[in-house]
């Protein structure tokens, strides 16, 4: 009788029948023939059930055939070649699902994994436990809510995949799974899982603004932040641990008050810098908001105060253009406000209005359009007085269309004696008129915003140098000093350049004078006009002045052209002449300034020194077009962040919009003429508090 060899325990095959367990085993029926040799015994966990069919018995026998051709060792113990193995495995049989009865509805059971589209997904910080503290879902034989259901169909479908079911529900996320619900919504048309706080819920009532998106770490962000208190009190009724530990007790300080001492103020310092929330402090849009509701307030302000005004107002315009054609407008009114006691005291008053971008071109027409509907808009049309602006025949057109839209039947508003020039243009014009009667182009060239980068050194042939596309043609009363300049030969330029500039630093100062006025007015420009007269007129009887004296001339007579234009066309400045209330303001401001003098600790200092230092500055110093702001930077900040007609140029105006530099401007105007003062304001401070 053959023996069978023994049998390895991946291979092993165990019956329940006796005859078939003494067929393979002989040793078990007590006729062993081969005592020498040991048999192994079957494990009595892996015997069949009595009853075991002839059938059942065959199909094991067909698995044990088909795992003896698998292995890799045949019965002998020997490797077998990997031609000689079945790699092919056998399919396992379908399981047969429960038949549901008449009426009776699917249960959706809780999945007990996460759902992953068949990778392993990047666990959050929270989610990465050990496999030691991953707890038996008590819930998974509890029926699915609608919204986790939502929420697990919403999660198989952003990835496009089917949903593989593997979750790991950890110590650590019981206390979330109080707070938050698993659901789904409608974002954007698309159907979002996310999870629902029940506080955020209780509050507003509103499933969408209680719906995260977020993983882990925001959600318990939310918690620390809005619903701390609620978190700990809903954790301790349900005996859950808190993730989120509160402070102890150690951090109320009980005693007297400590010394000062720098550890305690760095300590301070550290628990100012932890406590303070990145909202609290003030951001660009929060200074842009402000700066915003700050205008409007003052615009409403402006309106109840034109309102009021029972006398004539007056109005100074002015418009231009940049590079690219965008318009700018601006708009000021002057107006006399007596007192409530004594109507025969009054004092003159002037506010900016309007600083502000126009959707059209800078013609006469949108300018017209654009003073009507301030004026109507500000509520002073019964009230109109004159308008001054610049000696432009787009203003004169303006002037024209604002008249006929105020008062269509030109009775009232009559357009010639509404409009006169400004009288300070003057100091404008006669630089001008004296820089064109010299015909050298690089002084010329000036006015025309040559870069100090273009002149680089002071020669001889520097004039021939300069680019002369932008000048203006000097006026028929300039041709005898044009005739004259063309006749001379320039001997020394640079001499010619310091004669130059000592005659224009007279017009510059008295500007300077003008521009430091709270109003200007033109009882101080006259005084100023008849000074600049006097100075000039000393340089035509200085033999050193003599090589430029006929354009020393052509400059007076300029300004003598200009003040009998204005005085004689139009009747607007016989106030100057006429009211004695403005000699007696020119003598208070006299007094005033001789107490300032005498209050100066040394005599020799001068309010222009600073000035002169500035304008010291020659070109031919440096080659670089910054020479002004690099040796006197704070000087140079000041002046481009707080000039009241702010550079209308994007590039050099930080690119501000439109509504903000209207803003800006008009603020400026107010806090210049003394109508807000930020001393006595707190608006900013209780905005940023409250």
């Known amino acids: 009788m053959d023996l069978k060899p023994p049998t390895f325990p991946s291979l092993c095959v165990t019956m329940t029948s006796e005859a078939d367990q003494s067929e393979i085993n002989p040793s078990s029926s007590g006729n062993n023939p081969h005592p020498h040799i040991e048999r192994e015994k079957v494990d009595p966990k892996l015997m069949l059930k009595p009853g075991t069919t002839c059938t059942q018995m065959q199909s094991a026998k067909k698995r044990e055939s088909a795992a003896a051709d698998q292995c890799a060792v045949d019965v002998s113990g020997n490797l077998k070649d990997a031609k000689d193995i079945d790699w092919s495995g056998v399919a396992a049989g379908s399981q047969e699902k429960r038949k549901l009865a008449d009426g009776e509805k699917p249960v959706t059971k809780r999945p007990k994994m996460t759902a992953t589209n068949g990778e392993d997904e990047e666990l959050d910080e929270d989610d990465d436990v050990e496999r030691d503290?991953?707890?038996?879902?008590?819930?998974?034989?509890v029926e699915m809510t609608e919204g986790e259901k939502c929420y697990w169909e919403a999660k198989a479908g952003t990835k496009g995949k089917p949903t593989k079911c593997r979750t790991q529900k950890a110590k650590e996320m019981v206390d979330l799974h109080l707070c938050y619900q698993a659901d789904a919504i409608l974002v954007d048309s698309k159907m979002t899982p996310g999870s629902i706080c029940r506080f955020c819920f209780e509050s507003t009532h509103s499933t969408k603004q209680s719906?995260?998106?977020?993983?882990?770490?925001?959600?318990r962000c939310d918690l620390e932040h809005h619903h701390n208190d609620n978190y700990f009190k809903l954790c301790e009724e349900n005996n859950v641990e808190q993730k989120a530990k509160q402070l102890s007790s150690a951090v109320d300080v009980d005693g007297p008050i400590q010394l000062f001492s720098c550890e305690g103020l760095l300590e301070y310092i550290i628990e100012l810098i932890a406590d303070a929330d990145e909202k609290d402090i003030p951001h660009c849009t929060t200074l842009t908001t402000a700066i915003k509701e700050k205008h409007q307030t003052l615009i409403q302000w402006n309106k109840e105060i034109l309102k009021n005004i029972d006398l004539l107002i007056s109005m100074t315009f002015d418009g231009w253009s940049k590079k690219h054609r965008k318009a700018f407008e601006s708009l000021t009114v002057h107006f006399i406000q007596p007192t409530d006691n004594n109507p025969s005291e009054w004092s003159l008053h002037a506010h900016l209005l309007t600083f502000d971008c126009q959707k059209g071109h800078h013609t006469g027409e949108e300018n017209g359009n654009h003073l009507a509907n301030t004026i109507q808009e500000y509520g002073y049309v019964d009230t109109v007085g004159w308008f001054t602006s610049d000696r432009v025949s787009v203003n004169?057109?303006?002037?024209?269309?604002?008249?006929?839209?105020?008062?269509?039947?030109?009775?009232?508003?009559?357009?010639?004696?509404r409009h006169t020039n400004c009288i300070d243009h003057m100091f404008h014009l006669m630089p001008s008129h004296f820089c064109q009667a010299l015909q050298i182009p690089s002084i010329m060239a000036i006015g025309c915003c040559l870069h100090a980068n273009e002149m680089e050194e002071l020669f001889e042939g520097f004039d021939d140098n300069i680019d002369t596309s932008q000048e203006e043609e000097p006026n028929d009363d300039d041709d005898e000093a044009v005739e004259q300049a063309l006749s001379t030969e320039w001997i020394n330029f640079k001499q010619v350049v310091m004669l130059c500039r000592d005659v224009l630093m007279v017009t510059v100062t008295r500007n300077a004078i003008l521009g430091k006025e709270d109003v200007a007015t033109s009882q101080w420009v006259i005084p100023a006009m008849h000074e600049v007269k006097v100075e000039w007129e000393k340089f035509l009887d200085n033999d050193a002045y003599k090589i430029i004296a006929p354009t020393i001339q052509a400059g007076l007579n300029s300004m003598y052209k200009w003040y009998c234009k204005i005085t004689e066309d139009t009747p607007v400045y016989f106030i100057c002449h006429a009211d004695s209330y403005m000699d007696k303001l020119i003598e208070e401001k006299r007094k005033q300034s001789v107490a300032a003098s005498h209050t100066k600790n040394t005599s020799s200092i001068s309010q222009y020194d600073k000035l002169d230092k500035y304008l010291a500055v020659t070109p031919g110093e440096s080659s670089s077009s910054h020479t002004h702001g690099l040796q006197l930077p704070s000087d140079s900040s000041i002046i481009f962040q707080v000039q009241i007609v702010g550079l209308t140029d994007v590039a050099r105006r930080g690119r501000k919009a439109d509504d903000m530099f209207e803003a800006l401007q008009c603020l400026k105007g107010a806090y210049k003429d003394g109508h807000l003062s930020a001393r006595n304001e707190t608006w900013m401070a209780e905005k940023l508090v409250y």
Do not use: H, M, Q, W
């Not at 004169?396 to 004696?417: F, H, Q, T, W, Y």
């Open 133 to 141: 503290d991953t707890i038996e879902n008590s819930d998974s034989d």
């Open 211 to 219: 719906f995260y998106t977020g993983n882990v770490t925001s959600r």
């Open 396 to 417: 004169d057109k303006s002037n024209r269309i604002a008249c006929k839209i105020l008062d269509p039947s030109g009775k009232v508003l009559k357009p010639k004696e």
